[in-house]
């Protein structure tokens, strides 16, 4: 599958937003009112700017953006519709929280039910993400059990990410920080390395013989038209499938140096939680390029490829 | 709505015979020019008349060589592929804005371009490349079954069919109601076993495809006519070996001349 980088950037970037703002809404919920309105109001501010970034870019690989608002109609049907009516309603219970939590609005009773609702709307949304990809039976990469939970994971663990880095910025690393992130870095790196190992060693589900309904020896002989056409464009896809291997390496290259800021960051001082928020947010933009590579298209089975 | 119809009225689709196509495109080319002008208009081209043009087309006709089973010799099919209308397909439940939808009369799947995002999810969604987008005007596009052909009574009766059927020059397209046991597509599909593409992908499609029919030995030559030992006979032997000789030796010349021209 073509990467779109809009797409990449979009489930990057809202991926560590909702994640941050889950763990915000649960830091509400474990200590009331924020210390600090300052840290309060960044905090919340960097989650619903990398929220705002991904949905807007997302939006840039459409040919109509200004239709963008028709997809809220379809979430009985369509995960897409879905996650866009998660996203659009995440934003007035976000604010909600923002404001009580801070204490821009005193009614620390609502802290707790709004921070559970953020909790709650941000793992939907992420969920819904998630299932706009595992639901197609069209892609056997995709369409498997682990690509929800590491859409879920991803998130969290970049979202706990940059809340150490903001946190430190306020004078607010705590121990109990690292050891979210380290923990949630670990489950990344076992999800992940789960999945290759899932789809290196998948039977493939269709074979040109399926697709042609000719049997068992096909070959493609001729193709139909001189050049690449918009099928072999978007799903066609090969350029990082080559360099597969050295991708996932990178990835869990830039993982590992995530676990070893957050250790530093730890041991030595707070500030390299910047260098592990990058660190996670490069291996998550890498991973996301790497799910998009090497998802193989059944359509591909017209094209010459054997199996799928 | 991109809920799909519980059933439809009228399963409204193609056959297509793999044993008659002769893969010359007529299909894709009327199908191209009637669409581009038709519901679906237009079928943009990008820089038509250069090195790498690219279009959008809604039938593409692919060319497979198959090897049976215990042959040497392979066989050509050429394969119309177009979208499939199938009974539940997911091109259309994962459509965000309800722009794609499938008709509850006659089953045939559309997309509303006034209400496509572009968002292209659905050409992700279908295993059988039938959509395709139209980057100038920012919208998927697909067959129609040429919906604003077999309706139009403008038309006279024996022209109310789907561009592609009304070009086929060797009848291997069928265009009719598949839902409908009796009609002359459902017995086709029945006489000479239709099938399915993918099956296993559980999207019910409702073209089915005709498979090449059984092949007649035609490698083996069997009556050799028999020697009788005649004058004549001899004397065409002698005839052979004598034009034979030449050609030999012709042939050793050309070597020795290639080997002049390398060196």
């Known amino acids: ?308 | 709505m991109t809920s799909l119809p519980g059933t439809t009225q009228k399963k409204l689709g193609l056959v297509i015979d793999l044993d008659v196509c002769v893969g010359c495109q007529a299909c894709a080319t009327s199908c191209k020019e009637w669409n581009t002008q038709g519901v679906s208009a237009p079928l943009s081209d990008a820089k038509p008349r250069s090195a790498e043009p690219m279009g959008t087309w809604l039938n593409r006709i692919h060319g497979y060589e198959v090897h049976d089973e215990g042959r040497e010799d392979a066989r050509i099919v050429h394969f119309p592929r177009s979208c499939l209308h199938c009974e539940t397909p997911a091109c259309v439940t994962v459509c965000p804005t309800g722009a794609s939808y499938k008709r509850a009369e006659d089953g045939i799947v559309l997309v509303n371009p006034e209400t496509c995002i572009g968002c292209k999810l659905c050409s992700w969604a279908c295993p059988y490349g039938a959509r395709e987008y139209d980057a100038p005007t920012g919208v998927m596009k697909k067959c129609t079954l040429c919906v604003d052909r077999i309706y139009n009574e403008n038309f006279v009766e024996e022209d109310r069919v789907p561009a592609c059927v009304k070009a086929c020059p060797t009848g291997a397209r069928s265009f009719g109601d598949l839902g409908d046991a009796n009609s002359a597509v459902s017995q086709l599909v029945r006489e000479r076993g239709g099938y399915d593409l993918m099956p296993d992908m559980g999207y019910k499609p409702t073209n089915k495809y005709l498979p090449p029919r059984a092949r007649r030995d035609t490698a083996v030559v069997e009556a050799l006519p028999k020697s009788d030992g005649s004058a004549m006979e001899k004397l065409f032997a002698w005839a052979d070996k004598l034009m034979s000789a030449p050609k030999a030796s012709a042939r050793a010349n050309e070597s020795d001349l290639s080997d002049r021209l390398e060196g």
């Open chain 1, 1 to 308: 599958m073509n990467p779109a980088y809009s797409v990449i950037l979009f489930t990057t970037a809202s991926g560590a937003g909702y994640g941050l703002l889950a763990l915000l809404g649960l830091v509400g919920l474990n200590h009331g009112q924020a210390s600090s309105v300052a840290f309060a109001v960044t905090s919340m501010f960097v989650a619903l700017a990398l929220i705002t970034i991904g949905l807007l870019s997302s939006t840039f690989h459409l040919g109509h953006p200004e239709r963008a608002w028709r997809a809220l109609s379809q979430w009985r049907s369509s995960w897409l519709s879905r996650e866009g009516v998660a996203a659009v309603l995440t934003y007035p219970v976000a604010l909600a929280f923002g404001l009580v939590w801070s204490g821009l609005v005193d009614a620390p009773r609502w802290i707790t039910p709004l921070g559970i609702a953020c909790l709650f709307m941000s793992a939907l949304t992420v969920f819904c993400t998630g299932k706009i990809y595992a639901s197609l039976r069209t892609i056997p990469q995709w369409n498997h059990g682990l690509t929800v939970p590491v859409y879920l994971a991803f998130g969290l663990a970049t979202g706990a990410a940059v809340l150490a880095a903001v946190a430190t910025l306020f004078g607010r690393f705590q121990t109990f920080q690292v050891i979210l992130v380290l923990v949630l870095l670990a489950v990344v790196i076992v999800l992940k390395s789960l999945y290759w190992r899932a789809i290196d060693t998948a039977i493939p589900r269709f074979t040109m013989g399926d697709a042609t309904g000719l049997g068992g020896h096909v070959r493609q002989w001729e193709v139909p038209h001189t050049n690449v056409n918009f099928i072999q464009k978007e799903m066609g896809y090969v350029v990082a499938r080559r360099h597969a291997e050295k991708l996932r390496r990178l990835v869990m290259l830039a993982l590992l140096a995530a676990i070893i800021a957050a250790l530093l960051s730890w041991l030595v001082t707070p500030w390299f939680s910047f260098a592990l928020a990058a660190a996670a947010l490069c291996a998550a933009v890498v991973e996301r390029w790497l799910f998009f590579a090497e998802a193989t298209h059944v359509v591909n089975l017209y094209y010459g490829i054997d199996k799928a």
